[in-house]
């Protein structure tokens, strides 16, 4: 081989040697914090299940002024809607769809109109929350992650099934269910005429 080939493969395989330790990629992290997504965080942030409690949500709240303890409180509450939510969510939904269309063939039109209005209304008495755990990210935010131990999951649970059958706000919702299918048919109904 002469020099100039020899010259070559050693400068080619340098440079093979020189890029290969930068193709070296880290593992993206499991978990960050939501408001600083380049530091690693704690699983449980990311939601993660933790030995020992049932059910748990995680909270947040941003820096305040106002000092730990009034972060740590909004925190909680934060976090208390979430397992409120889980716990019994009553959800209103009505959705109303037309459709007409006119003429045919190459000139037939199609005017379409839907229409979809949500409402979402929590009330649950939560006892026996408490919070486990808390974490302040690099960029200040709190997060508290927030929880109930079997016994007290299981209590909610009942209490959650006990008033949500057969009373007074499960016949309302009934009704105001039949309201919203008649106020359908009737709009449609008006709209044939």
Do not use: H
């Not at 400068?11 to 930068?22: F, P, Q």
């Not at 820096?63 to 019994?88: P, Y």
């Amino acid at each position: 081989m002469n020099t100039f080939a020899k010259l070559t493969v050693a400068a080619s395989v340098s440079l093979l040697v020189a890029c290969g330790g930068d193709d070296v990629k880290q593992a993206a992290p499991d978990c960050v914090f939501p408001d600083a997504p380049t530091v690693v965080a704690p699983g449980w942030i990311c939601d993660e299940p933790v030995e020992g409690i049932a059910v748990s949500a995680v909270g947040s709240a941003e820096k305040s002024g106002a000092g730990v303890s009034f972060m740590k409180n909004m925190a909680a509450t934060d976090a208390r809607v979430q397992l409120a939510q889980a716990m019994k969510v009553q959800v209103q939904n009505m959705v109303k769809q037309y459709a007409e269309t006119t003429g045919a063939a190459s000139t037939e039109t199609v005017d379409k109109v839907n229409t979809s209005v949500t409402k979402q209304i929590t009330d649950e008495s939560l006892v026996g929350t408490r919070i486990y755990k808390t974490r302040t990210s690099p960029n200040g935010n709190l997060y508290v992650l927030l929880g109930m131990d079997e016994n007290a999951t299981a209590s909610a649970a009942q209490e959650a099934l006990k008033t949500s059958m057969n009373n007074d706000r499960a016949l309302w919702q009934q009704f105001k269910a039949q309201k919203g299918q008649d106020e359908l048919a009737a709009a449609i109904a008006s709209m044939k005429q």
